[in-house]
């Protein structure tokens, strides 16, 4: 009665996956880029002209990297169904 599921379903504990491992190293790196980088810089578009933390430019160009990824990927899967 203890063991209700199936044995093909494994839980949350007895598995770390790959990307887990892959996203824990990322996030370390992370880490340490941002203590490393807390010197401020500034960041000129078009005709604006901004002083941010290097950090936080490095973070914002990280997120905006993977949002474009996601999409990416959304539009490539929706292409291959029509």
Same mark, same amino acid.
């Given at each position: 009665m203890a !063991? !209700?599921? #199936?044995? $093909? =379903? *494994?839980g949350f504990n007895d598995k770390i996956g790959f990307g887990m491992i892959v996203t824990a190293v990322i996030l370390v790196g992370l880490v =340490?880029? =941002? +203590? *490393? $980088? &807390?010197e401020k810089v500034e960041v000129e578009f078009l005709f604006l002209? %901004?002083? %941010? #933390? &290097?950090? &936080? +430019?490095?973070v914002i160009f990280l997120a905006l990297g993977v949002v474009l990824g996601w999409i990416w990927r959304w539009m490539s899967r929706r292409?291959?169904?029509?």
């Open positions: !063991d !209700d599921q #199936p044995k $093909n =379903v *494994q =340490v880029f =941002v +203590v *490393q $980088n &807390l002209s %901004f002083t %941010f #933390p &290097l950090w &936080l +430019v490095a292409r291959k169904r029509t």
